[in-house]
């Protein structure tokens, strides 16, 4: 139901007034250089303004008449197929251009500044102007960005500091196991978990709270803390209506629901971390003021070893929480509904970690380093489901080619990663799981760029190591305890865009044990 008045919102408040001029609801314009790749005079320069644009009223067309609407990811597939891999959307004062091929976006990644920008994150950043919040590593650009970073880094993104975070996670991990195991006896197949996402969605929100907060939240028990529980819906809300109002033009927000909705889900997020935040500060001071020392994981670090003010903890733990929550527990649900597809992937994964991890030892971090095909059925999923499936830059510092076109100053771009790791030319067979191609066997790996699921460079995830640590832990005990199948009453799964890739319904599957498996 809500969903259905989202669309009738949108429909007639946008739609109709957008389409208006038009006689076919196709509102591109075509320039006369469109195939000048092949057909320019030597040594004519091309520009942006020999791109193919495509309009707001366009993008809004296809999304709601042709069928896209929650599926932007699958217009990206049409609109490469129709238009190239490089065009222009223009929206409002806005243009992007939008770049579609492996070889363009590492052309340009390689061209990356000092001090990248990922892109407009005005929505973002006009919560926190709103309730006087600080920044964080998404929302700060600049040298400020840069400071920041070199900070955050700390601690998590190198790999040895990621593993110090082992014994942590495989905390979260045994009692994850648990749950399922709790969970399985509920049903009357003794075997099912339904709605597997939230499951996951409450184990990687328990594990990223114990790694930053240096706290449980109760996302595992049986009975979740009311606090803990809206937390997790305000995480869900503000996602979801971002894509609206990123939609919709500014006058909209005093007539329509969608913006007071966004916000009301940033407050949400906001209140938790903030009080988890204000009580390590506490922490922290009794054992100051006790003259102990003070030492601990990552918060602590923030708290007593940086000179970060509070504002600013509070809107970079806040980030990183989010970046850490439905990214790892999407990859995962994903990475479950692809292996119960495939049976004999499954197989071969399960023989990979037995042969590693004997009886009910629990896998190690230098174990996940001895079981390249689990890192490959990570790398697979993330091609298959990128977790955010457009990125992008901003380029202001000068003049860039890109393409064999000429772009200015502050030229927008974004990256079309689902059409990307789709490409049939850079991926053979794109939409068969197939693990094996990321294998260091010999055989020829398809090209980096193709999928680049924690970005790029000095602007890549921050969390990246521990996110994959998380992952590789988590499956593999999975595996190692139980043959899973998905609930023949599911049938296929499909992806929504909700600003990340989810499922389409809830997924639920069956947790089988093992014959030689030990808890």
């Not at 971390?273 to 390590?280: F, H, N, P, W, Y």
């Not at 006790?290 to 940086?306: D, F, P």
């Not at 000179?307 to 527990?329: C, F, P, Q, R």
């Not at 457009?390 to 771009?413: A, D």
């Amino acid at each position: 139901m809500a969903e259905y008045l989202v669309l009738k919102s949108v429909r007639t408040v946008s739609v109709r007034a957008l389409l208006k001029p038009t006689t076919t609801g196709l509102n591109i314009k075509r320039k006369a250089c469109e195939n000048a790749p092949a057909s320019a005079p030597a040594g004519s320069i091309r520009t942006e303004a020999d791109l193919t644009e495509i309009t707001l009223s366009t993008m809004l067309y296809g999304m709601i008449f042709k069928g896209y609407y929650n599926r932007v990811h699958e217009m990206q597939l049409y609109q490469n197929k129709v238009h190239g891999p490089i065009f222009k959307v223009k929206t409002g004062s806005l243009n992007t251009v939008c770049l579609g091929s492996v070889k363009l976006v590492e052309e340009l990644l390689r061209k990356d500044e000092k001090f990248p920008c990922r892109g407009d994150m005005t929505l973002w950043t006009e919560y926190r102007k709103i309730k006087d919040l600080g920044y964080g590593p998404f929302t700060v650009e600049e040298e400020k960005w840069y400071k920041l970073r070199s900070v955050l880094n700390k601690r998590m993104l190198h790999p040895k500091d990621a593993v110090k975070y082992e014994k942590v996670i495989n905390e979260v991990v045994t009692d994850f196991i648990a749950r399922i195991c709790r969970l399985r006896k509920l049903s009357s197949s003794g075997d099912l978990i339904p709605n597997m996402s939230n499951e996951l969605y409450r184990f990687t929100l328990e594990a990223i709270s114990r790694i930053l907060f240096e706290t449980r939240i109760g996302c595992l028990e049986d009975k979740i803390p009311a606090e803990t529980q809206n937390f997790i819906d305000s995480i869900g809300q503000m996602f979801t209506y971002s894509v609206h109002v990123s939609l919709l033009p500014k006058w909209t927000r005093n007539y329509l629901p969608f913006w007071q909705r966004y916000i009301n889900g940033w407050d949400g997020i906001f209140r938790l971390a903030c009080k988890l935040i204000d009580r390590k500060m506490e922490d922290i001071q009794k054992r100051l003021d006790a003259g102990q020392e003070v030492a601990g994981e990552y918060l602590s670090y923030l708290l007593s070893s940086t000179n970060m003010n509070k504002k600013d903890v509070y809107g970079s733990i806040a980030e990183l929480l989010l970046a850490g929550v439905d990214t790892t527990s999407n990859t995962l649900v994903w990475a479950l509904y692809l292996l119960s597809r495939n049976p004999r992937t499954q197989d071969t994964l399960y023989q990979e970690v037995a042969s590693i991890v004997n009886e009910d030892r629990i896998p190690t971090a230098e174990d996940i380093n001895s079981m390249p095909y689990l890192k490959a059925v990570i790398k697979e999923t993330l091609r298959m489901y990128p977790v955010v499936p457009i990125n992008g830059r901003l380029l202001s510092g000068s003049e860039v080619v890109i393409g064999g076109y000429l772009f200015p100053k502050k030229t927008s771009f974004s990256f079309i990663h689902y059409a990307i790791g789709h490409d049939e030319t850079v991926f053979p067979e794109p939409r068969l799981f197939k693990p094996e191609r990321w294998l260091r066997d010999g055989r020829e790996r398809p090209n980096p760029f193709g999928s680049i699921p924690f970005g790029f460079g000095v602007r890549g995830c921050a969390g990246r190591r521990i996110a994959e640590l998380e992952m590789h832990l988590a499956l593999a005990r999975i595996i190692k305890l139980f043959e899973v199948k998905l609930d023949p009453s599911i049938g296929e799964v499909k992806a929504l865009f909700r600003s990340v890739l989810v499922p389409d319904q809830p997924v639920s599957f069956h947790f089988l044990d093992r014959k030689d498996a030990s808890i």
